[in-house]
């Protein structure tokens, strides 16, 4: 039996030991009649060649980016990760290391925690950053529940289409059961307009929640509106691409109280939607009403510098049901592998990183959009990312036709803008080369 | 032989100039960033992160990972925590590019193996839990629960009635009523009786019809199989209210008993407790959902479904609650739970209960002669003992118990929960670990009552640090690196 | 003051009620000694704005151990007209004098009802004595 250490003569000292003839005792206080009387109705158990054969058929029948030239992003995005984030991920001290919760034990983990909330204020200018939530959206649903609690106006939450439609579903989840109006506010014109916001946020808004570069991988105009959201004593939370902050001014120096991001881009893979990473960093104010764990800065009873938890009392091991979150497990090892990511890219290398990214879709956008068949959408600055119209509002047959020459060209807009049925968007990373560029441009002509 | 100088802050190390990565140059025309982006859109200057080099970065964190204790080199007898071996073939496979370099919006016929996958994790999961539906969107356990208990909100608002409370025993687990909070619903607490399980009375005296669900973990958090579980889950439901299991303590009962078969309508797992998944240092989990056939159509969208032979997202799910998280879910996590299913089959899991609840009793024969089992003789996968008397005869509770067991080189358990036991310590073992294991740290925690206070007030003694000021920590959070702080 | 002459909510808040000039009635409130040294060391005080309306038996701020967090309970209905400015830094001063410099806020009483449910101090200790012996 797989992983299972005792030999014959071991279990029955164990038993003579504990006084039980059979293991079978040991399950006495469960009820004859609750028992299964048969065998659970599982596939046969593979010993590990045979796992490794099944697996490698399984992983054969998918198209991973390395064998097609991936356009797609929304979200989740074919960014190069260095190897020395992969070496220190695999090692065991730290995957199979268990929540910081004894300090002497897990110094390793603490520290590396400590260097990555103060990685995270670096790339974001914000006063200080969790050690991680589940995933951008989640992030910005705990953020807008942040917002409810710290401004105690349970009126009003205001945000616009141009944010990730599956955070705003999940924000609307979270929202379900909590007596709050989830306003969002139309932006037909790929961006959200200062005046249309000015006249949707009043005294009962909590917070204001926008995605820069959005969803369409255009800037939004970040600055007027967290001089809106401040006017009207709304908190100003805003969701952001961590590759753009190589290039874009940070968001703690455009007005944000508190910064949501999905952190995937940070060297984690895309790995079908998760694990991924969901970073929040928040102004010192607020930091008591941040979710999720946070590594503090102490000495030892023999004056050390070390690292430990702290305000623990914020979550639910203390507080119960008057914590700031239910969180409990969070991503951890993803935060890990994102701070090595940053340490490993330094300034330059994020900066580098950013300006490939602008470039490369500049040029696909310029070669996309100078065919007739297609055209542009919205007339806005972009980041690695844009929309484009298929003039004859054929997108899934020129999906398919790009996909059959290997490439994943972009992601169809209609299943969640119905107004962009004729529309993609494309993602290009640094990892696109001009030839693959021009190739994509070829395949979905 | 510690390296000092490598272990110091990334932000210490910093040398201006120095770098890790290069990018290539770029290939396409480098228009000017003015031209592309408008100025006050740009920063001035890149962000401020360290500088180094790539042999530093790996000694660096080489070394932190040396100050870790994790189950691959440690005994970790966390409580319902399930410290089991993570295997290193799950490891290999998982890691496979055809499974993590795959985007989430991929046609789906470019996705059939890893669909394929987690449409028979949701199979495998329903039988395990007799249950009919499963959803694995759930980042973790307390995702899992938070989900599973909108799920019930949204029943009772279809079927009428105005169900505002959850039931919660007052051994619960602290994620319990913090999931209730946030699903909007309020927590109301229930007794534990002398033994240690649900009092009934208390349950008839709180349960009405403002009742929405009864929450319960099985066996509880002393490690108790709730005996009187079918009264409890009927009780429950003729007051028209639900039953959620917290399945964190699953490893019990694998292919023992089926939280639906003893009256559950709902259940979380946790794949990085019971199947295996690596903690990874706080996560990632997973926290996949089971609920019965009237409760499926409330369920997270997506769902995997086969159709003739084909593997599909099924988004079409009028009366889903929605999403809780963006994209399918933890995927990486699940095909490590995948892996594992297959590797032990059914005969594998009973087996691996089996030696679970053996490794936990065993364990409890021996230190129940070291510390008071206040529960009695007989556990399930795990136990609570308590350092309450110690406390009081020699001033050392269960944190200095904690603290030098660091030193005998065992982690310690998992100490003040549940709060029902004072001075708890909730022992866990697994069945992955030895008898070998198990012995010596009963001999260590044999050892460690016998020795003098002051030497377990002050440990651990063989650890980098000891005894952190974490009314410091608390005051003066000090949560970032700074110039100034040094 | 001292502890005897004061009175206490059952949620270990000691209450004194005096009259002011204007013959408004308030009530000073802190927190008894016996629930300072349950929390142990304190790490976090949160208290309300001056102007802030309270509920008898509703919390009005919370205070925080590195293990703990509880609530402050209002005995009355009324408003906040004082807090105390040095509590939020001198947590250790309110655990050394609790029912002096550890004063936390001073509330213009508009419902007195509430204070017919507090304890005497010798009423306050019994059931002090209770919740001890309840947790072995």
């Known amino acids: 039996m797989p992983y299972l250490p005792h030999t014959p003569e071991e279990r029955q000292a164990m038993l003579d030991a504990i006084g039980a003839a059979f293991v079978d005792e040991l399950f006495e206080t469960v009820p004859a009649d609750l028992r299964l009387d048969r065998d659970l109705d599982l596939p046969p158990a593979l010993g590990e060649l045979e796992l490794t054969a099944h697996l490698a058929g399984l992983a054969a029948k998918n198209t991973p980016a390395g064998q097609s030239v991936s356009f797609l992003g929304a979200g989740s995005y074919d960014h190069f990760i260095p190897a020395v984030v992969d070496f220190v991920a695999a090692r065991s001290e730290f995957y199979t290391s268990y929540t910081p919760y004894q300090a002497e034990a897990s110094q390793g983990n603490l520290q590396a925690l400590f260097e990555y909330q103060t990685l995270v204020t670096q790339l974001t200018g914000m006063d200080v950053s969790n050690a991680s939530l589940y995933d951008g959206a989640s992030a910005a649903a705990e953020a807008v529940l942040m917002a409810l609690g710290a401004t105690r106006r349970r009126g009003k939450v205001v945000t616009a289409a141009s944010v990730h439609p599956e955070y705003r579903q999940t924000l609307a989840t979270y929202l379900t059961n909590l007596d709050v109006e989830l306003v969002t506010l139309a932006t037909p014109q790929g961006t959200l307009a200062p005046d249309q916001l000015a006249r949707a946020v009043d005294d009962r808004t909590a917070c204001v929640l926008v995605q820069h570069p959005n969803f369409f991988g255009c800037l939004e105009d970040v600055r007027s509106l967290a001089e809106i959201a401040y006017k009207a004593g709304a908190l100003f939370v805003v969701a952001v691409d961590p590759i753009s902050l190589g290039l874009l001014a940070r968001p703690g120096d455009c007005g944000a109280d508190i910064v949501v991001a999905e952190g995937q881009s940070l060297g984690n893979p895309m790995s079908f939607g998760g694990p991924y990473l969901g970073i929040m960093a928040c102004r010192d104010q607020l930091v008591r009403r941040m979710p999720g764990r946070l590594v503090g800065q102490t000495v030892d009873r023999r004056g050390k510098t070390c690292w430990v938890l702290t305000l623990q009392t914020r979550e639910q091991h203390i507080r119960r049901e008057k914590a700031t979150s239910n969180i409990c497990t969070n991503q951890g090892l993803l935060a890990l592998r994102a701070a090595v990511y940053l340490a490993a890219m330094g300034p330059q290398g994020m900066r580098s990183v950013a300006e490939l990214c602008l470039r490369k879709a500049r040029y696909a956008f310029d070669e996309l959009t100078r065919r007739d068949s297609l055209e542009a959408v919205f007339d806005r600055p972009t980041f690695k990312e844009f929309v484009v119209r298929v003039r004859d509002g054929r997108v899934d047959e020129r999906l398919e036709a790009a996909r059959s020459q290997g490439v994943f060209a972009g992601v169809a807009l209609g299943r969640w803008y119905p107004e962009l049925d004729d529309c993609l968007l494309v993602a290009v990373t640094e990892k696109r080369t001009k030839s693959e560029i021009d190739r994509l441009a070829e395949s979905i002509e | 032989?510690?390296?000092?100088?490598?272990?110091?802050?990334?932000?210490?190390?910093?040398?201006?100039?120095?770098?890790?990565?290069?990018?290539?140059?770029?290939?396409?025309?480098?228009?000017?960033?003015?031209?592309?982006?408008?100025?006050?859109?740009?920063?001035?200057?890149?962000?401020?992160?360290?500088?180094?080099?790539?042999?530093?970065?790996?000694?660096?964190?080489?070394?932190?990972?040396?100050?870790?204790?994790?189950?691959?080199?440690?005994?970790?007898?966390?409580?319902?925590?399930?410290?089991?071996?993570?295997?290193?073939?799950?490891?290999?496979?998982?890691?496979?590019?055809?499974?993590?370099?795959?985007?989430?919006?991929?046609?789906?016929?470019?996705?059939?193996?890893?669909?394929?996958?987690?449409?028979?994790?949701?199979?495998?999961?329903?039988?395990?839990?007799?249950?009919?539906?499963?959803?694995?969107?759930?980042?973790?356990?307390?995702?899992?629960?938070?989900?599973?208990?909108?799920?019930?909100?949204?029943?009772?608002?279809?079927?009428?009635?105005?169900?505002?409370?959850?039931?919660?025993?007052?051994?619960?687990?602290?994620t319990n009523p913090a999931s209730a909070a946030m699903?909007?619903?309020?927590?109301?607490?229930?007794?534990?009786?002398?033994?240690?399980?649900?009092?009934?009375?208390?349950?008839?005296?709180?349960?009405?019809?403002?009742?929405?669900?009864?929450?319960?973990?099985?066996?509880?958090?002393?490690?108790?199989?709730?005996?009187?579980?079918?009264?409890?889950?009927?009780?429950?439901?003729?007051?028209?209210?639900?039953?959620?299991?917290?399945?964190?303590?699953?490893?019990?009962?694998?292919?023992?008993?089926?939280?639906?078969?003893?009256?559950?309508?709902?259940?979380?797992?946790?794949?990085?407790?019971?199947?295996?998944?690596?903690?990874?240092?706080?996560?990632?989990?997973?926290?996949?959902?089971?609920?019965?056939?009237?409760?499926?159509?409330?369920?997270?969208?997506?769902?995997?479904?086969?159709?003739?032979g084909r593997y599909r997202l099924d988004f079409r799910r009028p009366k889903s609650i929605g999403r809780v998280r963006s994209f399918f879910g933890n995927t990486g996590v699940l095909v490590r739970m995948y892996c594992y299913l297959r590797t032990l089959g059914a005969e594998g899991l009973r087996r691996a209960s089996a030696d679970a609840v053996l490794n936990a009793n065993y364990l409890l024969s021996r230190v129940k002669h070291i510390l008071p089992v206040p529960h009695g003789d007989r556990c399930m996968h795990e136990f609570v003992a308590s350092a309450s008397n110690l406390k009081q005869e020699r001033t050392t509770g269960a944190m200095d118990v904690a603290k030098r067991l660091l030193d005998y080189g065992f982690h310690a358990p998992t100490v003040y929960f549940p709060l029902v036991v004072r001075e708890a310590m909730m022992i866990e073992p697994t069945e992955t670990e030895s008898k070998t294991t198990l012995d010596a740290f009963a001999e260590a925690l044999f050892r460690i009552t016998e020795e003098p206070p002051d030497l377990l007030h002050d440990a651990p003694h063989t650890t980098a640090i000891s005894r952190p000021d974490e009314v410091r920590a608390a005051r003066k959070p000090i949560l970032i690196w700074s110039r100034e702080q040094g | 003051m001292t502890p005897e002459q004061l009175l206490y909510a059952k949620t270990h808040e000691w209450v004194h009620v005096e009259t002011d000039p204007s013959g408004a009635k308030i009530a000073t409130v802190g927190l008894s000694a016996f629930a300072l040294e349950v929390l142990t060391d304190l790490v976090y005080i949160e208290l309300p704005e001056v102007g802030r309306q309270v509920e008898a038996g509703a919390s009005f701020g919370e205070i925080e151990s590195v293990k703990a967090v509880s609530d402050l309970f209002s005995p009355v209905d009324g408003e906040i007209v004082e807090v105390n400015p040095d509590a939020a830094d001198g947590l250790d001063r309110l655990a050394d004098d609790p029912y002096g410099a550890g004063w936390l806020v001073k509330i213009k009483i508009t419902d007195e009802s509430g204070l017919s449910e507090l304890l005497d101090y010798a009423a306050y200790r019994k059931q002090c004595e209770e919740e001890m012996e309840e947790q072995g």
């Open chain 2, 1 to 174: 032989m510690r390296n000092k100088q490598a272990t110091e802050l990334l932000f210490e190390q910093s040398r201006p100039g120095c770098r890790a990565v290069r990018l290539p140059g770029c290939d396409v025309p480098e228009r000017p960033l003015e031209e592309l982006l408008p100025a006050e859109a740009l920063a001035s200057a890149p962000p401020p992160l360290p500088e180094l080099t790539e042999p530093e970065l790996v000694r660096h964190f080489a070394n932190l990972s040396a100050q870790n204790m994790s189950v691959d080199t440690h005994f970790y007898p966390l409580g319902s925590c399930t410290m089991k071996y993570n295997p290193k073939r799950n490891e290999r496979l998982a890691g496979m590019p055809g499974f993590i370099d795959l985007h989430p919006y991929q046609p789906e016929a470019s996705l059939q193996g890893i669909l394929e996958i987690l449409h028979a994790s949701q199979e495998m999961l329903a039988e395990i839990s007799g249950l009919e539906a499963v959803s694995l969107q759930p980042a973790a356990g307390a995702h899992g629960e938070m989900t599973a208990l909108l799920v019930a909100a949204a029943y009772f608002r279809d079927i009428g009635g105005n169900r505002s409370t959850v039931l919660i025993p007052d051994a619960a687990h602290g």
């Open chain 2, 183 to 308: 699903a909007g619903f309020q927590a109301v607490q229930l007794k534990s009786n002398r033994d240690g399980r649900v009092d009934l009375d208390d349950l008839e005296a709180k349960l009405d019809d403002r009742t929405a669900v009864l929450m319960i973990t099985n066996p509880n958090t002393l490690g108790l199989f709730e005996t009187q579980i079918a009264r409890i889950t009927e009780r429950v439901h003729d007051a028209g209210g639900l039953v959620y299991l917290d399945g964190a303590n699953m490893n019990a009962i694998l292919g023992v008993a089926r939280p639906g078969d003893f009256g559950a309508d709902m259940m979380h797992f946790n794949p990085h407790k019971t199947f295996s998944g690596p903690h990874g240092g706080g996560g990632p989990g997973a926290g996949p959902v089971a609920v019965t056939g009237k409760l499926a159509p409330y369920l997270p969208a997506p769902i995997v479904v086969r159709e003739d």
